[in-house]
């Protein structure tokens, strides 16, 4: 303990050097000097002045990120729903009026429902599909529209330009979970959304052992109020999953070429298969909202959901006993492939849905999609003889 600090010295160029980022870790920031540290809060919402609000390494993360959904700055959050609170919180206040589509993300809809009413934020839901009718639900309260586009689980495509056109014109900030496209899927910012979120846990982290969420933006008030929330609530993020996310930036785009690809493939074999009642995948010619999707998309993601013919739950028990390639789960967009299941009654739920039955969600991961297909259709052949028994 009384040895001296070691520093690094960096003044021997080509001593060491490496593809690796460096992993920053810190709790505490030291100052060169005490009026350095009596002034270090005006070093945000960039610079560093206490381990919270990150070291170099989310810093290099953050920077990474922006990039890729052309934005001028982006703060990360320990998971995908802490974004989402964090940027519903930093944007909204007593008395402010909360448009969000009936299609979001279970637990952003439960926070808004469960937390800002009590804190007096008047929270409405609107259906996917409104497009350029948002105009209606604008109130001279409204502060904040959210979108999720495809919507989860139900896949509805929203008309992300005529709901951005229609809040600028009324001063309303917008903002949109992303996850589904990705950066690569979806450009948010350029078709006029304020904020964009994504859970970096599923594609950019890609291999199912990392939770984080991002918020880009380019207006430096609103990235002010997101840092100021972030560094509030002492949201930290560890630079070890920073690390891990960066990594998987790395592969992101081959990854997700070659999911696509596979969801394509799965996708339009499945369309064809007499089981199948209704494929919910924008990106596959003839499903609902196929046209908006090939209007603003720039690739697909490897996340569908499929509606068989009607059975009963043994049935659904009898195909998942035939997975093997794919796991059970919840969580997607990493190599590995993934099944969930949403009874009927979840989406019942739901205001706004034309969406009836069970549905069941399949992630494509990098296995041989040939081997994911058939494991598929002997899942629906076990769906089928359990159902008429
Ligand atoms: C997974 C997911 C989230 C939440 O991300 P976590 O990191 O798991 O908290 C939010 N939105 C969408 C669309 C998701 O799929």
């Known amino acids: 303990m009384n040895a001296p600090i070691p520093t690094l010295d960096t003044s021997a160029a080509g001593a060491f050097a490496s593809l690796a980022p460096p992993v920053w870790r810190a709790s505490t920031v030291v100052f060169n000097s005490l009026d350095d540290f009596v002034n270090r809060r005006t070093r945000l919402p960039d610079g560093f002045s206490y381990g919270t609000t990150g070291t170099p390494t989310q810093r290099?993360?953050?920077?990474?990120?922006?990039?890729?959904?052309?934005?001028?700055?982006?703060?990360?959050?320990?998971?995908?729903?802490?974004?989402?609170?964090?940027?519903?919180?930093?944007?909204?206040?007593?008395?402010?009026?909360?448009?969000?589509?009936?299609?979001?993300?279970?637990?952003?809809?439960a926070f808004a429902v469960e937390r800002l009413q009590a804190l007096g934020v008047e929270v409405e839901f609107y259906p996917p599909r409104i497009g350029a009718d948002i105009e209606r639900l604008i109130r001279p309260c409204t502060r904040l529209i959210w979108l999720e586009s495809p919507g989860t689980v139900t896949m509805e495509v929203e008309d992300v330009p005529a709901i951005t056109a229609a809040a600028r014109a009324r001063g309303v900030l917008t903002a949109i979970d992303n996850t589904w496209a990705s950066p690569l899927g979806f450009a948010a910012l350029a078709h006029g959304v304020d904020l964009c979120i994504h859970a970096c846990t599923k594609y950019m982290g890609g291999h199912s052992d990392v939770l984080m969420g991002s918020i880009a933006t380019n207006d430096e008030k609103l990235y002010r109020s997101v840092r100021g929330l972030q560094s509030l609530m002492?949201?930290?993020?560890?630079?070890?999953?920073?690390?891990?996310?960066?990594?998987?930036?790395?592969?992101?785009?081959?990854?997700?070429?070659?999911?696509?690809?596979?969801?394509?493939?799965?996708?339009?074999?499945?369309?064809?298969?007499?089981?199948?009642?209704?494929?919910?995948?924008?990106?596959?010619?003839?499903?609902?909202?196929?046209?908006?999707?090939?209007?603003?998309?720039?690739?697909?993601?490897?996340?569908?959901?499929?509606?068989?013919?009607?059975?009963?739950y043994d049935a659904y028990r009898a195909m998942f006993r035939e997975l093997e390639h794919f796991s059970i789960g919840a969580s997607w967009g990493?190599?590995?492939?993934?099944?969930?299941?949403?009874?009927?009654?979840?989406?019942?739920?739901?205001?706004?849905?034309?969406?009836?039955?069970?549905?069941?969600?399949l992630s494509i991961g990098l296995q041989d999609p040939q081997a994911l297909l058939d494991e598929l259709l002997g899942a629906l052949g076990a769906f089928q003889k359990s159902s008429t028994l």
């Not at 993020?237 to 394509?264: I, N």
């Open 234 to 312: 002492g949201l930290a993020v560890s630079p070890e999953d920073c690390f891990l996310v960066a990594r998987g930036l790395d592969t992101m785009q081959v990854r997700m070429e070659r999911q696509a690809a596979s969801a394509q493939l799965i996708a339009a074999s499945l369309a064809a298969h007499p089981l199948v009642r209704r494929m919910l995948f924008p990106a596959l010619p003839g499903a609902p909202d196929h046209g908006l999707w090939a209007r603003d998309f720039r690739q697909a993601g490897c996340v569908m959901s499929l509606q068989l013919v009607e059975a009963p």
């Open 60 to 109: 290099a993360l953050e920077t990474r990120i922006a990039e890729l959904d052309g934005a001028a700055h982006c703060v990360v959050f320990p998971s995908g729903q802490a974004a989402i609170c964090g940027a519903l919180l930093a944007l909204l206040k007593k008395g402010d009026h909360l448009l969000m589509t009936d299609a979001a993300y279970g637990l952003a809809k």
């Open 334 to 361: 990493g190599v590995r492939s993934i099944a969930a299941f949403y009874p009927a009654e979840e989406l019942v739920r739901r205001r706004f849905c034309d969406v009836h039955g069970p549905v069941i969600r």
